[in-house]
């Protein structure tokens, strides 16, 4: 594997581990984070550069001291006032109207930078909910990426 995305949840906490590991296996390290915003909406943001890193660090912090120790609150206005730079991958639970909203919003505040998750689930149902994605990708003119939707390196992790 010649490169990993880490994306925490409303933290950059595991980076140094992962930097510390990717330099010994020498797999690219693609920093990330994962921020569940107050409405409901999941994206994973990614920045591209050293100023687009640091914009992701003012937005987590804003978000951490409205929260509080352990927690992140966070709006949509947030992460467009504080998203240059980043890449902006919407993560959706179910293709209906509110995504297809979410899915302009993210092009307009994201333009080209803005993606849309494709995770296989395993589920009935997974071939039609991932046309029927595709097909709001494609109408609101946003770029869809796969992924595997790991969510913990040992099954020992999983919350139970």
Same mark, same amino acid.
């Given at each position: 594997?010649?490169?990993?995305?880490?994306?925490?949840?409303?933290?950059?906490?595991?980076?140094?581990?992962?930097?510390?590991?990717?330099?010994?296996?020498?797999?690219?390290?693609?920093?990330?984070?994962?921020?569940?915003?107050?409405? @409901?909406?999941? *994206? +994973?943001?990614?920045?591209?550069?050293? !100023? #687009?890193? /640091?914009? =992701?660090?003012?937005? &987590?912090?804003?978000?951490?001291?409205?929260?509080?120790?352990?927690?992140?609150?966070?709006?949509?206005?947030?992460?467009?006032?504080? @998203?240059?730079? *980043? +890449?902006?991958?919407?993560?959706?639970? !179910? #293709?209906? /109207?509110? =995504?297809?909203?979410? &899915?302009?919003?993210?092009?307009?505040?994201?333009?080209?930078?803005?993606?849309?998750?494709?995770?296989?689930?395993?589920?009935?149902?997974?071939?039609?909910? +991932?046309?029927?994605?595709?097909?709001? !990708?494609?109408? /609101?003119?946003?770029?869809?990426?796969?992924?595997?939707?790991?969510?913990?390196?040992?099954?020992?992790?999983?919350?139970?």
């Amino acid at each position: 594997m010649p490169a990993l995305g880490i994306a925490d949840r409303n933290s950059l906490a595991g980076i140094v581990r992962a930097h510390q590991q990717a330099v010994e296996t020498g797999v690219r390290l693609v920093v990330g984070c994962r921020l569940d915003l107050r409405d @409901g909406t999941v *994206l +994973l943001v990614y920045p591209i550069g050293r !100023a #687009a890193y /640091a914009q =992701l660090c003012r937005l &987590l912090t804003l978000g951490k001291g409205r929260a509080g120790k352990g927690k992140c609150d966070l709006c949509w206005q947030d992460v467009a006032t504080h @998203g240059q730079g *980043l +890449l902006a991958i919407l993560v959706p639970d !179910a #293709a209906d /109207a509110g =995504l297809a909203a979410s &899915l302009r919003r993210l092009r307009q505040g994201f333009g080209d930078r803005a993606y849309l998750v494709f995770t296989v689930r395993h589920r009935p149902g997974d071939v039609v909910r +991932l046309r029927e994605l595709a097909d709001l !990708a494609q109408a /609101a003119r946003v770029s869809t990426v796969a992924t595997g939707g790991v969510l913990y390196h040992v099954p020992q992790r999983r919350i139970l």
